[in-house]
């Protein structure tokens, strides 16, 4: 939270997840029965190392950077979507499913948007379910989302399967038409050839500045990140909370749909089964890690891209599965670090992590 | 056999006690958690780190008995990391909770592929042989780990209302900041508590274990998660949390039988268990009142 860390201690937080992960991956890789530094020197010819590498990095970024909005912008209403998973899911679906019926030849600025749109609104539509239920119900949206995304599992596997979206006998759509496909970075930048890195990243390095930009310079996102720290007060001066809360919850999961430009109309050019799981937990980290600012929201989703790719360059010798434990250990740390510098500045009043529990006191 | 007889029959009774174990098992363990103030997640990382746990002792080992110690301890060495991250580092019982499932999915699969080289499943275990020759049911209903989850819940019950300890964690739950000016220390009774839930989350994991003789990738299945909603619909109430986990073991049985009993498509059954809980959760919210609201406390710290 801004207004309760200044920025240096941030940095400090963040240079000790960082300490902390780094410590564990040569612990784990040496428990393991591999050389540390055989291991690291791996990883970083994978990730930075080499041109298609960080282009790989990129790539593996771009989703995280959309989930990572926009688990921060429910976050800013003090609601936690753990439910990006599923509406990056849906969002997927209904990507892979807009860009193979659009017409032949419709030129990219109609067929991406529209592909696009479709995603959002998809991933609007799964996360309207628990934001009504937490409006309406005081549901906890933690294991409403929890729950959305089993169900977004079975309900795709049941529109591909059952729902006749699916090429016969595998999990897969059709391919996309060419104008829904959006251009690789390698058209502009020649070093990032052969990486999967796409426009989609420059649309997520823009959303990140755009979203973040609207929790102050608008007035419902301002409305939203007060109701975040204190619901009963904003209550209390007439704003909506409930309907605030609810918009939150709606247009988090349209962001998180929208990390299908990464993913469907980025790369593949198709939707198939699971293509982008994983990103919507890995968000939730980005969030923590960026709060609320738009370049430390880049750098987070750009630092666990490194972990995914990096995880891919050793797990030859090493499980990637690796890079998940050491994506935990980070929040873990950052947190921990948050508290203890909270508590060393002398201004332990304000609680440390994400904005207060305000809004969600009631349930649980 | 229609689909009807097997609904009824003994079988389908014995499926449904067995499948309530593992649920049952968080349910309690997310209990004493969330009545001592301490939000717990990590229910769902919980159950898997622990059913690993158990397998590798007890394939390494031959030995059941040494595998549901070690899954035991395995929930309890989670619950502390959850209470020490918590109560005493001031995390985000959220953050710190969505942090431990993220390190137990990855490092159940780490430990997986670096003890078995397999990335779905562990080798076969015996896991507990048990009354082989009684029927089903007598056979579920004596099974070690079932009476070992009824005295679990009918343990927690006692000890919340009838001893101090009980007393102390429900008014850390309620009202840390008073507990503490009496002199309750708050932080101590929430760490016990909340290791002593992971404790017995872990013996759920276990069961979930034993009961398929092998540990697989994933296995908890957002088991923990339902096992949270089942606490919310309970009220924060042992007992009626075991019953209503029952509930939702008997429609997973229930999915499970009308999957081979019928011809629509997989996923829809598939879907029952959390339409039912995101169901559950509103009827409950409507009529929140008196012993089913959440501990005033829950979520926060002594000033």
Redesign the interface.
């Known amino acids: 939270m801004t207004s309760s860390l200044s920025r240096s201690s941030t940095r400090s937080a963040v240079l000790v997840g960082l300490s902390a992960s780094w410590v564990a991956f040569c612990v784990?890789v040496w428990l393991?029965g591999e050389s540390p530094r055989a291991m690291a020197s791996l990883l970083f010819e994978g990730t930075w190392g080499t041109s298609y590498g960080a282009g790989q990095v990129l790539f593996k970024a771009t989703p995280l950077l959309f989930t990572g909005v926009a688990v921060d912008f429910a976050l800013r209403s003090g609601l936690?979507n753990?439910g990006a998973e599923g509406q990056l899911a849906v969002g997927s679906l209904a990507a892979g499913v807009v860009g193979t019926q659009l017409p032949r030849g419709v030129p990219t600025l109609v067929a991406v948007p529209l592909a696009l749109a479709a995603a959002m609104a998809a991933g609007a539509l799964w996360a309207l379910?628990p934001a009504l239920?937490k409006g309406r119900?005081?549901?906890?949206e933690?294991?409403?989302t929890?729950?959305?995304?089993?169900?977004a599992d079975?309900?795709i596997?049941?529109a591909l399967?059952?729902g006749g979206l699916a090429l016969t006998g595998t999990v897969r759509t059709h391919d996309i038409v060419p104008g829904a496909r959006v251009p690789r970075l390698e058209a502009w930048f020649p070093a990032l050839k052969g990486s999967a890195a796409s426009f989609a990243l420059v649309v997520g390095v823009a959303s990140a500045f755009l979203v973040t930009a609207s929790y102050r310079r608008t007035r419902i996102g301002r409305e939203m990140g007060l109701v975040g720290q204190n619901a009963a007060a904003m209550a209390a001066e007439k704003v909506p909370v409930r309907a605030r809360l609810e918009q939150a919850l709606v247009f988090s999961g349209g962001l998180a749909g929208a990390a299908s430009l990464g993913t469907v109309l980025g790369y593949k050019g198709y939707f198939e089964e699971g293509l982008g799981a994983g990103a919507g937990?890995t968000g939730?980290?980005v969030a923590?890690l960026g709060r609320g600012r738009p370049l430390g929201l880049v750098l987070a989703a750009l630092l666990f891209g490194t972990l995914q790719q990096g995880g891919l360059a050793v797990n030859a010798f090493v499980?990637k599965?690796?890079?998940?434990?050491l994506?935990?250990?980070v929040?873990?740390a950052v947190?921990?670090a948050?508290?203890?510098l909270v508590?060393l500045v002398g201004r332990g009043a304000s609680?440390?992590?994400?904005p207060a529990?305000g809004a969600?006191?009631?349930?649980? | 056999m229609s689909a009807l007889e097997v609904i009824v029959s003994g079988t389908m009774l014995a499926q449904t006690v067995r499948m309530t174990i593992p649920y049952a098992c968080a349910a309690v363990g997310g209990v004493l958690c969330?009545r001592s103030g301490v939000?717990n997640?990590a229910l769902e990382g919980t159950l898997l780190a622990s059913a690993l746990a158990s397998v590798v002792v007890c394939f390494a080992t031959s030995n059941p008995f040494a595998g549901i110690a070690t899954g035991v301890t395995c929930g309890a060495a989670i619950g502390l990391v959850h209470a020490v991250?918590v109560v005493g580092?001031?995390?985000?019982a959220?953050?710190?909770g969505?942090?431990?499932n993220?390190?137990a999915?990855?490092?159940t699969?780490?430990l997986l592929?670096?003890l078995y080289g397999s990335?779905s499943n562990s080798p076969r275990v015996e896991g507990l042989s048990g009354l082989k020759r009684a029927g089903s049911l007598v056979r579920t209903l004596s099974d070690p780990f079932f009476v070992a989850t009824l005295g679990a819940v009918a343990m927690v019950a006692w000890m919340l209302h009838r001893t101090r300890f009980g007393l102390r964690l429900r008014a850390c739950g309620e009202d840390p900041s008073a507990a503490r000016a009496v002199g309750v220390d708050v932080a101590r009774v929430r760490v016990a508590a909340v290791t002593l839930g992971g404790a017995v989350t872990g013996l759920g994991g276990t069961a979930l274990a034993y009961d398929l003789h092998q540990f697989q990738a994933g296995m908890s299945g957002?088991r923990g998660?339902?096992a949270?909603?089942a606490v919310?619909v309970a009220g924060w109430r042992p007992w009626p949390a075991a019953f209503a986990c029952l509930a939702f073991a008997a429609l997973d049985a229930l999915q499970i039988v009308l999957q081979n009993q019928t011809n629509l498509?997989p996923?829809?059954l598939?879907?029952l268990p959390?339409?039912t809980?995101?169901g559950a959760?509103?009827l409950v919210?409507?009529r929140?009142a008196g012993a089913m609201r959440?501990p005033a406390g829950?979520?926060?710290?002594p000033h």
């Open positions: 784990l393991y936690f753990i379910v239920l119900f005081g549901a906890h933690v294991i409403s929890m729950m959305m995304n089993s169900l079975s309900a596997g049941l399967g059952a937990f939730v980290a923590l499980p599965e690796l890079m998940d434990i994506t935990g250990v929040v873990c947190a921990l948050d508290g203890a508590a609680p440390p992590g994400p529990s969600k006191a009631a349930s649980a | 969330e939000i997640i991250l580092g001031r995390v985000d959220i953050v710190s969505i942090a431990l993220v390190m999915a990855g490092g699969r780490f592929r670096g990335s957002g998660f339902i949270l909603a919310i498509p996923q829809v598939a879907m959390f339409v809980t995101l959760l509103v919210s409507k929140r959440a829950l979520g926060h710290h």
